[in-house]
């Protein structure tokens, strides 16, 4: 099974910046479609931004212009560069992998269920 962990967390003041990093213990960015997730504190989870294994990238609309996806394949590693936090962006921030299948120990495996552990960003005014 693949492991994905999460890095790049911590505080900042508003206005900052930070880059999370989500490293892929194999190579799945070829058949998964990529997610990254966030978690406030008595907040439902929401889907930040998706990249597909094809390349196509969506945000959420409280994020286009300020966060930016991508991925080093070279590296097994996923990023979300956020710019111009505010305190509304604080929560714990997941990578997570569906939509397809990526080839481990001979076989074709699903991609969904792929979750890291999450890594924590705090915002503050």
């Known amino acids: 099974q693949v492991q994905l962990v999460e890095s790049g967390g911590g505080s900042v003041q508003a206005g900052g910046s930070l880059k999370l990093s989500c490293v892929t213990s194999g190579y799945i960015f070829g058949g998964c479609t990529m997610h990254w997730y966030r978690q406030a504190p008595g907040k439902e989870g929401e889907l930040v931004s998706s990249?597909?294994?094809?390349?196509?990238?969506s945000y959420i609309d409280s994020v286009k212009g300020r966060f930016t996806i991508s991925q080093d394949k070279g590296k097994n590693t996923m990023y979300l560069q956020m710019n111009n936090l505010n305190t509304d962006d604080t929560a714990v921030y997941y990578c997570a992998a569906d939509d397809g299948a990526y080839y481990s120990g001979g076989i074709y495996r699903d991609c969904a269920g792929l979750w890291g552990q999450g890594t924590q960003v705090v915002v503050s005014s």
């Open positions: 990249i597909s294994s094809d390349g196509a990238i």
